[in-house]
């Protein structure tokens, strides 16, 4: 039934007003409005009770007038209303029939009639506003008007298909479009049965072929089967595609993804899919890509042309870090960039640092001068575990030439390894750690963090009355001075009636070999001891605070596994200036296996670039050195031996578990405890032995790149003022710190 079938509408408006079946119980009322008013003009519907939800859209015909059109839910008798030019008074009485005896919507003659930007309109009011409002998704009478519709405007749609299953209900789909319609595409899916809107995760547009752009986007389709149509709707414009292939007959995943090695936009595009899934997507995604690794490519170095590699590109959460170097004798190098999955690029000198180095060629291994670099480039969104992320050398002239890493390390440990390694440690300096290097570093520290768990748990001999103190011991790798270790504290008669003893195992690795060890020092000298199994290695301050947390003690003796008591008594010495709240926390003298001393307290010294480092008192004099006979305030003590309250310890929070494998925790946790407004005591008369940093030589982690320096430069960051203030004071003297002369300097010396 035409709509138009007046020649003169404006001379009977009410036969202007046609109503027709939209749905099981909804009807669209049509009015045509008089020529020659103002665009846009507004028309009103009056209705004694209005149903609820009405709504309403205005649509341009071929003729240049206007449409409006109400969507409305009846009843089963006849509506009274009015129609009227909004702000007119010429008012025109109509009724509106039960939807069930209306006549259907006839599509052919309303898109002939609508204007081309009408027509999609009217289809977004359908599949949108209308479908959600009055809740007709399933209604098998809307869904054959929407389907009416769709085969008016495309009676031989274009074809979709399935390029893969992804799993779980969820499906890359392929069609064309194109090129001039807007990427902001809403995606919908027309059954016989059903109208539903699929809500892709992401859509990616490829290169145009005759007139036409190749568009893959991600579904979920748990319920849905074809055949059914697919309609991509847009502001300006609309593709409808018709999908026929059944699930059974499109690759699988690990198929699809080792057939298209080429289709690197796609590849990342699954990689961020993948990575949202809960259980197994981002496992999944990291071993298709070690399956079938991108080839690795990088611009040779030449006599005049620029070359370069990027060796570092790790995807974090909200940046992407990217490291290498490049080689440009002729300055025609413009720059470096990253490709990002859509196509676009982005340029790395945002936020890049540059230093000095060299290369050396597989042929010859012979070296050349180079520009090293790293760069963090934010990211709007997260790139998931993606390995290999792609970048390109841009020059002058404007042409490229593409540059993609080796697989990248997933694993936490390996990225942290891996970002240490992206500046020598020469070149480790506040540029490159502030901006690039430390949120990076932050980011894996705190992602390893949340992967540490205590694997396990064994008891020696504990009583079940809560000792006065425990002595808490990390462990990694090093267990050669347990024996010695034990044999000092098994001598001490009030530690065996006081203490418990608290390993935390750090490197799970050797637990076979712990437990056993320590099951043949429990029969040996039967102190009371529970051993804390990590699952992986977390550093120094992580085993020490699961330590601390199994811990029964009131008072939290942190020790390293190679100090050895020299004699008896040290631990009564070290608690009594906690217990009578003289001191936050207490050290001892420390001192070599040649009797020399390694610690009579803690002090800090700036050095060259202004960082401040630690350092011990007197380290290296004799062990009756006269200045080091003498307990005293100091700035800090080492977390070799450390004495302090449970409950300062915990109202601190304990250590500071940010700093790379175990550095800098120890001062950390003083100043924590000084700026709680405690002093830290140094105690001379209890004297141990230490052989120094065992443990962190066996971790290649740590002696390589520079973890050292990044700690230094953390501590300063978080405690320079602190520090400042707390070094303007002289230490050395046993009455208590003086303040030191404003025109003097204070040289901390052996002296």
């Not at 202004?610 to 005293?632: C, E, T, V």
Request: hydrophobic content about 40%.
């Amino acid at each position: 039934m035409p709509f138009s079938d007046i020649k003169q509408p404006n001379t009977d408006p009410k036969r202007n007003a046609k109503a027709f079946r939209l749905g099981s119980d909804l009807a669209v009322l049509i009015w045509d409005l008089p020529p020659a008013l103002p665009i846009p003009t507004r028309a009103a519907l009056t209705m004694s009770k209005p149903p609820v939800p009405l709504v309403s859209v205005t649509l341009r015909l071929v003729d240049g007038r206007q449409r409006t059109l109400w969507a409305m839910r009846t009843t089963k008798v006849p509506m009274p209303a009015t129609i009227a030019i909004e702000g007119g008074d010429n008012a025109v009485p109509i009724s509106i029939e039960p939807a069930s005896s209306l006549p259907p919507l006839d599509m052919e003659q309303l898109f002939l009639e609508l204007a081309p930007e009408a027509r999609i309109r009217f289809l977004s009011a359908l599949l949108t506003t209308w479908r959600s409002a009055f809740k007709v998704a399933s209604d098998p009478y809307f869904c054959l008007i929407v389907e009416d519709a769709l085969n008016t405007l495309a009676p031989m749609p274009r074809p979709a298909r399935i390029a893969c299953e992804l799993g779980r209900g969820r499906f890359l789909i392929e069609t064309t479009i194109n090129p001039e319609v807007d990427d902001k595409l809403g995606i919908y899916v027309v059954g016989s049965a059903n109208v539903s809107q699929l809500r892709p995760k992401a859509i990616i547009r490829r290169g145009t072929r005759k007139g036409w752009q190749t568009c893959h986007f991600i579904a979920e389709m748990p319920s849905l089967s074809p055949p059914f149509q697919l309609v991509l709707l847009s502001k300006n414009g609309v593709a409808i595609r018709q999908l026929s292939e059944r699930v059974a007959q499109c690759p699988n995943l690990t198929r699809w993804w080792a057939e298209n090695r080429d289709a690197v936009e796609l590849r990342e595009l699954l990689v961020q899919h993948l990575a949202t899934w809960p259980n197994g997507g981002p496992a999944t995604a990291i071993d298709l890509q070690i399956r079938a690794p991108l080839k690795e490519r990088h611009v040779q170095r030449a006599a005049q042309q620029p070359s370069g590699q990027v060796d570092l590109a790790l995807a974090l959460s909200d940046s992407l870090i990217v490291g290498g170097w490049y080689h440009d004798p002729s300055s025609m190098l413009a720059g470096i960039d990253y490709l990002q999955a859509d196509g676009k690029t982005v340029p790395l000198d945002g936020n890049i640092y540059e230093f000095p180095g060299w290369a050396q060629t597989q042929a010859d291994k012979s070296k050349t001068d180079v520009t090293g670099f790293v760069a963090r480039l934010p990211l709007d969104q997260s790139l998931g575990p993606l390995l290999q992320p792609r970048f390109q050398i841009r020059l002058a002239s404007g042409a490229v030439k593409p540059l993609i890493p080796p697989p990248q390390p997933f694993e936490p440990v390996l990225q942290r390894n891996q970002i240490l390694r992206a500046v020598p440690p020469q070149h480790a300096i506040d540029d490159a750690f502030r901006t690039i290097l430390a949120p990076a570093l932050r980011e894996v520290e705190q992602r390893l963090g949340k992967t540490i768990e205590v694997k396990r748990t064994r008891d020696y001999g504990l009583p079940r009355h809560a000792p006065l103190v425990s002595i808490v011991i990390p462990l990694y790798k090093v267990l050669d001075f347990l024996r010695f270790q034990l044999s000092g504290m098994a001598t001490d008669p009030w530690l065996r009636e006081n203490a418990e003893l608290v390993f935390v195992l750090d490197s799970p690795e050797i637990q076979d070999e712990t437990e056993h060890l320590l099951g043949g020092l429990h029969l040996l000298h039967g102190l009371p001891m529970r051993l804390v199994v990590m699952n992986r290695n977390g550093g120094y301050a992580r085993a020490c605070n699961t330590g601390a947390r199994m811990a029964r003690g009131s008072i939290l003796v942190m020790l390293n596994s190679d100090v050895v008591p020299c004699e008896a008594g040290w631990v009564q010495t070290l608690i009594q200036p906690i217990t009578s709240g003289a001191f936050g926390a207490v050290g001892p003298r420390l001192i070599f296996e040649d009797r020399s001393l390694q610690h009579a307290g803690l002090y800090f010294g700036r050095d060259q670039r202004g960082i401040w480092l630690n350092h011990h008192f007197y380290k290296g004099m004799p062990s009756d050195y006269l200045p080091a006979q003498q307990a005293r305030t100091v700035p800090g003590v080492t977390g070799a031996c450390l004495v302090t309250s449970r409950d300062i310890y915990e109202s601190v929070g304990g250590f500071t578990e940010d700093y790379i494998i175990g550095d800098y925790e120890d001062s950390d946790l003083c100043l924590k405890i000084r700026r709680a407004g405690f002093e830290i005591g140094y105690e001379p008369s209890a004297c141990l032995y230490h052989f120094e940093r065992q443990s962190i030589r066996r971790s290649q982690d740590y002696m390589r790149g520079v973890a050292s320096q990044y700690n230094s430069w953390l501590h300063t960051q978080r405690w320079d003022d602190d520090i400042a203030a707390l070094m303007a004071r002289d230490y050395r003297s046993p009455s208590g710190p003086k303040t030191a002369s404003p025109d003097r300097t204070i040289e901390w010396t052996n002296a």
